[in-house]
Protein backbone atom coordinates (compact mmCIF):
# COMPACT_ATOMS: atom_id res chain seq x y z
CA UNK A 1 0.00 0.00 0.00
CA UNK A 2 1.14 3.81 -0.65
CA UNK A 3 -0.19 7.00 0.57
CA UNK A 4 0.62 10.30 -0.26
CA UNK A 5 0.05 12.65 2.61
CA UNK A 6 -0.16 16.52 3.47
CA UNK A 7 2.38 17.62 6.31
CA UNK A 8 -0.87 18.41 8.08
CA UNK A 9 -2.75 15.02 7.87
CA UNK A 10 0.70 12.87 8.96
CA UNK A 11 0.80 15.54 11.90
CA UNK A 12 -2.93 14.93 13.10
CA UNK A 13 -2.26 10.99 12.44
CA UNK A 14 0.63 11.12 14.41
CA UNK A 15 -1.10 13.00 17.40
CA UNK A 16 -3.57 10.90 17.47
CA UNK A 17 -0.71 7.98 18.41
CA UNK A 18 0.37 10.43 20.58
CA UNK A 19 3.66 10.69 18.87
CA UNK A 20 5.96 13.42 20.08
CA UNK A 21 8.62 13.01 17.40
CA UNK A 22 9.44 10.77 14.96
CA UNK A 23 12.75 10.64 12.59
CA UNK A 24 13.33 11.52 8.94
CA UNK A 25 10.12 13.86 9.00
CA UNK A 26 9.98 17.75 9.85
CA UNK A 27 9.49 17.28 13.74
CA UNK A 28 9.37 21.83 14.39
CA UNK A 29 6.55 21.71 11.06
CA UNK A 30 4.56 18.54 12.33
CA UNK A 31 4.11 19.28 16.29
CA UNK A 32 4.45 23.32 16.89
CA UNK A 33 4.96 24.24 20.13
CA UNK A 34 2.34 26.91 20.30
CA UNK A 35 -1.01 25.85 20.65
CA UNK A 36 -2.82 27.94 17.97
CA UNK A 37 -0.68 27.13 15.73
CA UNK A 38 -0.96 23.43 16.52
CA UNK A 39 -4.86 23.77 16.74
CA UNK A 40 -5.18 25.14 12.96
CA UNK A 41 -2.49 22.61 11.72
CA UNK A 42 -4.48 19.54 13.47
CA UNK A 43 -7.48 21.42 12.04
CA UNK A 44 -6.22 21.61 8.61
CA UNK A 45 -5.19 17.81 8.76
CA UNK A 46 -8.64 16.53 10.18
CA UNK A 47 -10.53 18.14 7.23
CA UNK A 48 -7.82 16.80 4.58
CA UNK A 49 -7.75 13.37 6.01
CA UNK A 50 -11.43 13.40 5.00
CA UNK A 51 -11.25 15.20 1.72
CA UNK A 52 -8.98 12.71 0.27
CA UNK A 53 -10.48 9.86 1.65
CA UNK A 54 -8.18 8.55 4.51
CA UNK A 55 -11.19 9.63 7.05
CA UNK A 56 -14.60 8.69 5.91
CA UNK A 57 -17.25 10.14 8.32
CA UNK A 58 -20.50 7.11 8.41
CA UNK A 59 -23.93 8.21 10.77
CA UNK A 60 -21.53 10.86 12.69
CA UNK A 61 -18.76 8.41 13.34
CA UNK A 62 -15.41 8.75 11.63
CA UNK A 63 -13.84 5.93 10.56
CA UNK A 64 -10.25 5.88 9.37
CA UNK A 65 -8.32 3.56 6.70
CA UNK A 66 -6.96 0.68 9.06
CA UNK A 67 -3.44 -0.10 6.60
CA UNK A 68 -2.56 3.94 6.59
CA UNK A 69 -3.01 3.89 10.32
CA UNK A 70 -0.75 0.97 10.60
CA UNK A 71 1.73 2.31 8.37
CA UNK A 72 1.86 5.56 10.81
CA UNK A 73 1.89 3.42 14.27
CA UNK A 74 5.43 1.90 12.68
CA UNK A 75 6.51 5.06 12.01
CA UNK A 76 6.07 6.42 15.75
CA UNK A 77 7.11 3.44 17.23
CA UNK A 78 9.35 1.58 15.37
CA UNK A 79 12.29 -0.76 16.83
CA UNK A 80 14.61 -0.23 13.63
CA UNK A 81 15.48 2.77 11.41
CA UNK A 82 17.19 3.11 8.59
CA UNK A 83 17.66 5.86 6.55
CA UNK A 84 20.04 6.57 3.30
CA UNK A 85 20.28 10.55 2.62
CA UNK A 86 21.78 11.03 -0.95
CA UNK A 87 23.52 14.45 -0.84
CA UNK A 88 25.21 16.97 -3.22
CA UNK A 89 26.28 20.66 -3.40
CA UNK A 90 22.64 21.74 -4.32
CA UNK A 91 20.56 19.06 -2.08
CA UNK A 92 20.10 16.41 -0.64
CA UNK A 93 16.75 13.28 -0.61
CA UNK A 94 16.23 11.25 2.67
CA UNK A 95 14.91 8.07 2.17
CA UNK A 96 13.92 6.65 5.84
CA UNK A 97 12.31 2.74 6.50
CA UNK A 98 10.70 1.90 9.51
CA UNK A 99 10.80 -1.69 10.95
CA UNK A 100 8.56 -3.27 13.40
CA UNK A 101 7.05 -6.92 13.93
CA UNK A 102 7.98 -7.89 10.73
CA UNK A 103 6.06 -4.57 8.84
CA UNK A 104 8.62 -2.44 6.98
CA UNK A 105 7.59 1.14 6.26
CA UNK A 106 9.29 3.58 3.78
CA UNK A 107 9.16 7.13 3.77
CA UNK A 108 9.98 9.96 1.64
CA UNK A 109 9.74 13.72 1.43
CA UNK A 110 8.50 14.62 -2.20
CA UNK A 111 9.13 17.22 -4.43
CA UNK A 112 6.08 19.34 -3.74
CA UNK A 113 6.55 19.11 0.08
CA UNK A 114 3.95 15.91 1.19
CA UNK A 115 4.84 12.69 2.51
CA UNK A 116 5.25 9.49 0.38
CA UNK A 117 4.63 6.38 2.93
CA UNK A 118 4.33 2.80 1.05
CA UNK A 119 4.07 -0.30 2.86
CA UNK A 120 6.91 -2.59 1.78
CA UNK A 121 6.88 -6.44 1.72
CA UNK A 122 10.43 -6.89 3.43
CA UNK A 123 13.61 -5.11 3.87
CA UNK A 124 14.72 -6.24 0.62
CA UNK A 125 12.74 -3.57 -0.80
CA UNK A 126 13.83 -1.11 1.19
CA UNK A 127 17.12 -2.08 0.84
CA UNK A 128 16.42 -2.17 -3.52
CA UNK A 129 15.65 1.18 -3.15
CA UNK A 130 18.48 2.65 -1.28
CA UNK A 131 20.51 1.18 -3.68
CA UNK A 132 18.44 2.90 -6.38
CA UNK A 133 18.73 6.37 -5.05
CA UNK A 134 22.54 6.04 -5.18
CA UNK A 135 22.51 5.09 -8.75
CA UNK A 136 24.46 1.81 -8.24
CA UNK A 137 24.08 -0.61 -10.66
CA UNK A 138 25.02 -4.42 -10.53
CA UNK A 139 28.84 -5.28 -11.66
CA UNK A 140 30.65 -2.77 -13.36
CA UNK A 141 33.62 -2.12 -10.73
CA UNK A 142 37.16 -3.21 -10.54
CA UNK A 143 38.27 -6.81 -9.04
CA UNK A 144 40.14 -4.94 -5.51
CA UNK A 145 39.73 -6.26 -2.24
CA UNK A 146 38.32 -3.91 0.21
CA UNK A 147 41.32 -1.94 1.80
CA UNK A 148 41.34 -1.57 5.49
CA UNK A 149 43.73 1.40 7.06
CA UNK A 150 44.18 2.66 10.46
CA UNK A 151 41.60 4.78 11.37
CA UNK A 152 43.82 7.24 13.87
CA UNK A 153 46.24 8.06 11.07
CA UNK A 154 43.70 7.60 7.89
CA UNK A 155 43.04 11.57 7.46
CA UNK A 156 46.87 12.70 7.55
CA UNK A 157 47.63 9.70 5.44
CA UNK A 158 45.17 11.32 2.65
CA UNK A 159 46.43 14.27 3.10
CA UNK A 160 49.94 13.85 2.18
CA UNK A 161 48.68 12.01 -0.95
CA UNK A 162 46.26 14.84 -2.15
CA UNK A 163 49.77 16.88 -1.32
CA UNK A 164 51.04 14.68 -3.69
CA UNK A 165 53.70 12.60 -1.43
CA UNK A 166 51.73 8.85 -1.57
CA UNK A 167 54.59 7.05 0.33
CA UNK A 168 52.53 6.02 3.26
CA UNK A 169 49.37 5.28 1.20
CA UNK A 170 51.16 3.08 -1.23
CA UNK A 171 52.49 1.66 1.55
CA UNK A 172 49.26 0.90 2.89
CA UNK A 173 48.33 -0.62 -0.10
CA UNK A 174 50.67 -2.85 -0.58
CA UNK A 175 50.09 -4.73 2.10
CA UNK A 176 47.32 -6.35 -0.26
CA UNK A 177 49.40 -8.14 -2.57
CA UNK A 178 48.79 -6.13 -5.82
CA UNK A 179 50.94 -4.54 -8.56
CA UNK A 180 52.90 -1.40 -8.32
CA UNK A 181 50.72 -0.31 -11.32
CA UNK A 182 47.10 -1.32 -9.45
CA UNK A 183 48.36 0.63 -6.13
CA UNK A 184 49.20 3.63 -8.09
CA UNK A 185 45.79 3.75 -10.23
CA UNK A 186 43.72 2.39 -6.52
CA UNK A 187 46.05 5.21 -4.50
CA UNK A 188 44.51 7.81 -7.57
CA UNK A 189 41.22 7.04 -6.91
CA UNK A 190 40.66 7.41 -2.98
CA UNK A 191 42.45 10.77 -3.41
CA UNK A 192 39.93 11.67 -5.55
CA UNK A 193 37.12 10.27 -3.14
CA UNK A 194 33.99 12.80 -1.90
CA UNK A 195 30.99 12.08 -0.03
CA UNK A 196 27.66 11.78 -1.85
CA UNK A 197 25.31 10.33 1.30
CA UNK A 198 24.99 8.04 4.12
CA UNK A 199 22.94 5.22 5.03
CA UNK A 200 22.54 5.05 8.94
CA UNK A 201 20.54 2.60 11.04
CA UNK A 202 19.28 2.78 14.72
CA UNK A 203 18.00 0.16 16.96
CA UNK A 204 15.46 1.77 19.20
CA UNK A 205 13.92 -0.03 22.50
CA UNK A 206 10.75 2.22 24.34
CA UNK A 207 11.58 5.27 22.88
CA UNK A 208 15.77 4.98 23.48
CA UNK A 209 18.73 3.80 21.29
CA UNK A 210 19.66 1.23 21.63
CA UNK A 211 22.41 0.41 19.19
CA UNK A 212 23.63 2.43 16.06
CA UNK A 213 25.48 1.80 12.83
CA UNK A 214 26.37 3.73 9.34
CA UNK A 215 28.66 3.72 6.61
CA UNK A 216 29.56 5.96 3.78
CA UNK A 217 28.47 6.51 -0.03
CA UNK A 218 32.07 8.04 -1.75
CA UNK A 219 32.79 8.49 -5.39
CA UNK A 220 35.94 9.45 -7.23
CA UNK A 221 36.50 11.73 -10.27
CA UNK A 222 35.47 9.02 -12.70
CA UNK A 223 32.21 8.38 -11.20
CA UNK A 224 33.37 5.10 -9.43
CA UNK A 225 31.37 4.64 -6.27
CA UNK A 226 32.68 3.47 -2.71
CA UNK A 227 31.78 2.24 0.15
CA UNK A 228 33.57 3.10 3.56
CA UNK A 229 32.56 1.47 7.31
CA UNK A 230 34.69 3.02 10.34
CA UNK A 231 34.98 0.37 13.17
CA UNK A 232 35.07 2.62 16.10
CA UNK A 233 35.95 -0.09 18.57
CA UNK A 234 38.92 -1.61 16.35
CA UNK A 235 40.40 1.86 14.78
CA UNK A 236 39.48 0.99 11.17
CA UNK A 237 38.35 2.66 7.95
CA UNK A 238 37.22 0.06 5.33
CA UNK A 239 37.10 1.19 2.14
CA UNK A 240 35.89 -0.79 -1.28
CA UNK A 241 34.81 -0.48 -4.70
CA UNK A 242 30.41 0.05 -4.87
CA UNK A 243 28.54 -2.54 -6.78
CA UNK A 244 25.03 -2.99 -5.75
CA UNK A 245 25.69 -6.45 -4.59
CA UNK A 246 28.70 -5.02 -2.32
CA UNK A 247 25.86 -2.45 -0.96
CA UNK A 248 23.53 -5.32 -0.41
CA UNK A 249 26.28 -7.04 1.46
CA UNK A 250 27.21 -4.04 3.79
CA UNK A 251 22.99 -3.58 4.00
CA UNK A 252 22.72 -6.67 5.82
CA UNK A 253 25.94 -6.36 7.95
CA UNK A 254 24.24 -3.04 9.11
CA UNK A 255 21.17 -5.02 9.95
CA UNK A 256 23.59 -8.03 11.73
CA UNK A 257 25.14 -5.08 13.60
CA UNK A 258 22.24 -3.48 15.35
CA UNK A 259 20.87 -6.90 16.54
Known amino acids: MQAKLEPAELAYILHTL ?23 LLNRGFAQLQEHGWFVADNGQISANPRLMLMVAVMANPAYVLTATHFSAESQQTI ?3 LAD ?23 G ?36 RAGDFAALNQALSANN ?10 QSICQLKPVGKVEGAAIQAQNLRAWAEFAILRDDSNRHWLAYTDAQENTIELLPASAEQFAQQFQFLLDRLG
Open 18 to 40: EAKAVVGVDNAGLFPDEAVARDA
Open 96 to 98: TGY
Open 102 to 124: ELVVEQFLTPDGSYQLAQLESTT
Open 126 to 161: LMEHFTAAFSLSAGDVPAWPSFIFDSRTFETTLQQA
Open 178 to 187: LSAAVVEKIS
